[in-house]
């Protein structure tokens, strides 16, 4: 079935730590897997994408991995900064050639200053 | 920096009624989408269109809703008759050919059916 979920609600971290947020993702058919970022009362924001044949990618002070063989997604962000405060999203995207995009739960990140 | 806008932010209706969620999508963008979140929950497709014309809609896009491009910048969302369950947070996204999955979200209308 098309599900995609996230390990822990909420995560806490110090200023100046590593953040790593799990997601689990049932669908092994999806093309693209994607993390985005949810400030309050603002819309999602894309933060970096990740194709199926791929199994690292980098971006400014964020990481993906994906995990195939454990249908398993990762967010890692390096030097966790207050302003990474907020909701983040995984998803996916199912390969139904419609651009249908399929969000988690949600992770809270909270950023200890 | 382009972005997506929506109007109204906020918009209150009477169970029955006919709403239009409006969107001006990211000019050199191609494909559209709305979603919807319900307070506290997560973000869910509704609809995606390309080519004036829908892509994919999900279980919740049923007859009640309609998607248009009425012109070359705007693109709505109405819901012919609104309930109650249609509260939520409405939000319209765009992307580019060649990043589809690089989506751009507007703020979001907030629909409150009562």
């Known amino acids: 079935g098309e599900s995609v979920g996230l390990h822990l609600p909420t995560l806490s971290v110090q200023e100046g730590d590593n953040s790593i947020i799990n997601c689990a993702y049932s669908?092994?058919?999806?093309?693209?897997f994607i993390w985005y970022k949810q400030e309050s009362g603002k819309g999602p924001q894309f933060i970096i994408d990740?194709?199926?044949?791929?199994d690292k990618r980098q971006g400014q002070r964020v990481t993906v991995l994906l995990n195939k063989t454990v249908k398993h997604l990762s967010l890692q962000i390096a030097a966790t900064q207050p302003g990474d405060s907020a909701v983040y999203f995984c998803?996916?995207?199912?390969?139904?050639?419609?651009?249908?995009?399929?969000f988690g739960a949600g992770t809270r990140l909270f950023v200890k200053a | 920096e382009p972005e997506v806008t929506q109007t109204p932010s906020h918009q209150v209706t009477q169970m029955g009624q006919e709403v239009i969620l409006r969107c001006v999508p990211i000019?050199?963008?191609?494909?559209f989408y709305w979603y919807r979140q319900i307070l506290g929950q997560k973000v869910e497709f509704l609809v995606s269109?390309?080519?004036?014309?829908?892509?994919?809609k999900s279980e919740i896009f049923d007859d009640q809703f309609s998607v248009e491009r009425p012109d070359g910048s705007n693109f709505t969302l109405k819901i012919r008759s609104t309930k109650l369950e249609d509260s939520a947070m409405y939000f319209c996204?765009?992307?580019?050919?060649?990043?589809?999955?690089?989506?751009?979200f507007g703020p979001g209308t907030r629909l409150t059916v009562t």
């Open positions: 996204a765009s992307s580019e050919q060649g990043a589809l999955y690089e989506q751009y």
């Open positions: 669908n092994s058919a999806s093309d693209y």
């Open positions: 990740i194709r199926s044949n791929m």
């Open positions: 998803a996916e995207t199912p390969n139904t050639g419609g651009f249908k995009t399929i």
């Open positions: 000019s050199n963008h191609l494909y």
């Open positions: 269109f390309y080519n004036n014309e829908i892509s994919e």
